[in-house]
């Protein structure tokens, strides 16, 4: 099993410490390039499929800064939906 394969069964499984690098790491192998937006706010656009997008919050708590559940929920019902899960 790839380490592309682990990291899309551990999103689909919605974990509660899903943390921001994981995030990162797992779009930026899909394919989606960040896109800085007002404040906080962070939009990954995929590359080829320009209609893919998904929009998040950076989380703003301790080290590691994991990810509130429901951005998790939001972007593997994204992926699911576009047919990566």
């Not at 790839?2 to 069964?9: A, P, R, V």
């Not at 951005?71 to 593997?76: C, D, E, F, I, L």
């Amino acid at each position: 099993m790839s380490q592309l394969e682990k990291q899309l069964i551990r999103i689909a499984s919605l974990p509660r410490d899903y943390t921001w690098e994981e995030l990162l790491s797992l779009l930026s192998k899909l394919g989606f390039k960040k896109l800085d937006g007002q404040g906080s706010r962070v939009k990954f656009r995929h590359s080829t499929n320009t209609y893919q997008y998904i929009q998040v919050h950076i989380p703003h708590n301790k080290n590691p800064k994991t990810m509130l559940v429901c951005y998790v929920k939001y972007v593997a019902e994204s992926l699911r939906e576009w047919g990566y899960l």
